[in-house]
């Protein structure tokens, strides 16, 4: 579902420009998720925040720091007003969590099907995560299972949203 005004619940998706955005269409047309321009998601929280990972950890803005920007807000058509109010209320216990630009390459490392030792582990930890791993695990933990097409926990970029979401 795709709206103009954000909900709580919501999952902006957005572009990053320079090379670090370019790094990230690489990285996911790598792993098959396409090479288009949304490699940033972030979750939108109550009171017009939201809550985002970054290179500095995870952190809780003013939903107006995108205002100017061309973000695409979707959602899952099913979603119930208790899913959106549990998922925001999981994803205020991530603030802080660290960013990691490695969880890309593990990423690339299981679609490609490397034999890797801890791989899933790694990736699964809530210890860092990026922006698409930390919108995913926010509506895990508030019950919602974004992906049925069974990949693990957290193996999520931003375009697998926008190709999952997207109308």
């Not at 949304?38 to 939108?44: D, G, I």
């Not at 899933?120 to 919108?135: D, E, G, P």
């Amino acid at each position: 579902m795709k709206h103009t005004h954000p909900l709580p619940g919501d999952i902006g998706l957005t572009r990053i420009s320079g090379v670090t955005g370019t790094l990230i269409r690489v990285g996911q047309w790598i792993n098959k998720d396409g090479f288009a321009d949304y490699e940033h998601a972030f979750l939108v929280l109550p009171g017009d925040q939201l809550l985002e990972a970054e290179p500095g950890g995870a952190r809780i803005t003013p939903l107006a720091a995108y205002a100017d920007a061309d973000v695409l807000y979707v959602c899952p058509d099913h979603l119930t007003e208790r899913q959106r109010t549990d998922i925001c209320a999981a994803a205020t216990g991530y603030a802080g969590v660290p960013y990691s630009f490695l969880d890309y390459l593990a990423i690339a490392t299981h679609r490609f099907r490397l034999p890797v030792p801890g791989l899933r582990r790694y990736v699964a930890s809530t210890r860092h995560m990026i922006c698409s791993q930390l919108v995913d695990q926010c509506y895990l933990d508030g019950g919602v299972h974004l992906f049925a097409d069974g990949r693990w926990p957290g193996y999520v970029t931003p375009m697998a949203l926008y190709r999952l979401l997207a109308p």
